[in-house]
């Protein structure tokens, strides 16, 4: 073990996914005390909560409970997304609206509640799971692709705001990874397999991400090897950017 974290206090949302669930699995091996917070609870972080992130109650009673388990956080990565597979005249409203609260709002939340503690202590930084749909123009995925746009808005504006507190502020936006999630979208459709296969397609690389691809890139993110990086949206998409097809 490399030993990257040992003494840091890091926070992963989305932490019951496969890409949070990565991410806790890095950090810890790694050396970090791993928070592990997740809609329902997970099971690999030192610390294992189930909290909305839509909720502001919710959220400040996690980092209380995180700070009396093992102290403030010096790494927050927010993996933790809400989403509903519509177009914006089939996204009733109230979707919008939860899905603007747990994908951006809940990032808010979080920095509100843990910047203080970490500006206190000499810095830290939040890493912010962001999508190649914040990008491109995605009409099946219209609010979540909405919401990751403004999640990147959300990285260069508080890593302005907080970089004069040693605070680093930072983006990784993933094309297609493959988690159960994307398999069950795919299993939606008349023919799973061609589906994933003209998924992989858009991929020059050939083939889909992994979590530990995007946990790779998350722990070189909040690492001290990028100390001098604050406001970027890392891409990391196989390829899919350059050209979507």
Not at 84 to 90: M, R, S
Not at 116 to 122: E, I, L, T, Y
């Given at each position: 073990m490399s030993g990257r974290f040992e003494g840091r206090r890091i926070l992963?949302?989305?932490?019951s996914g496969g890409i949070g669930g990565a991410v806790v699995d890095g950090f810890r091996r790694e050396g970090g005390w791993v928070c592990a917070l997740g809609h329902s609870r997970p099971g690999n972080g030192n610390l294992n909560l189930a909290a909305d992130l839509g909720s502001d109650a919710a959220v400040a009673d996690a980092l209380a409970a995180m700070h009396d388990a093992g102290g403030a956080a010096d790494i927050v990565v927010h993996s933790g997304a809400a989403s509903?597979?519509?177009?914006?005249?089939?996204t009733p409203s109230a979707d919008w609206l939860r899905i603007y609260d747990v994908n951006v709002v809940g990032a808010v939340r979080l920095i509100q509640g843990c910047a203080?503690?970490?500006?206190?202590?000499?810095g830290g930084n939040f890493v912010l799971i962001s999508s190649i749909n914040a990008r491109f123009a995605t009409p099946?995925?219209?609010a979540y692709?909405?919401?990751?746009?403004?999640?990147d808005g959300l990285v260069r504006t508080a890593a302005l705001d907080l970089a004069n507190r040693g605070i680093r502020v930072n983006g990784v936006a993933p094309a297609s990874v493959d988690t159960p999630l994307l398999a069950r979208n795919f299993d939606?459709?008349?023919?799973p397999a061609a589906a994933r296969a003209a998924n992989v397609g858009r991929h020059p690389l050939g083939r889909l991400g992994t979590p530990e691809d995007v946990a790779q890139t998350v722990l070189f993110v909040a690492s001290d090897a990028a100390a001098w990086m604050t406001g970027t949206v890392v891409e990391l998409d196989g390829g899919a950017?350059?050209?979507r097809r």
């Open positions: 992963v949302t989305g932490a509903v597979n519509a177009g914006i005249a089939d203080p503690a970490m500006a206190a202590k000499g099946t995925l219209a692709a909405t919401s990751k746009a403004a999640l939606l459709t008349p023919d950017g350059v050209t």
